[in-house]
């Protein structure tokens, strides 16, 4: 069974809680841009099919109602 590393100096200590603390920072960052562009994505879809239905309208060009995603129920 292999030894356990000896134990760090304290001020290495310090250094890996930093970076970590900073690590988590960018992670968290990260994920709220995500969020973000989710829903931004949504609405550019939304807006993109009316545009559409608008465009269709005007040429007077039917079309079948699209159904949403099973995902989505």
């Known amino acids: 069974m292999p030894e356990p590393p000896p134990p760090k100096p304290p001020e290495h200590e310090l250094r ?3 970076k970590a603390a900073k690590l988590r920072h960018r992670a968290a960052k990260a994920r709220v841009k995500a ?3 989710e829903g931004r994505a949504k609405h550019l879809m939304a807006k993109a099919t009316e545009l559409e239905r608008m465009a269709d309208d005007l040429d007077g060009i039917v079309r079948p109602a699209a159904q949403t995603p099973i995902e989505e129920l």
């Open 16 to 18: 890996d809680r930093a």
């Open 35 to 37: 969020h973000k562009l």
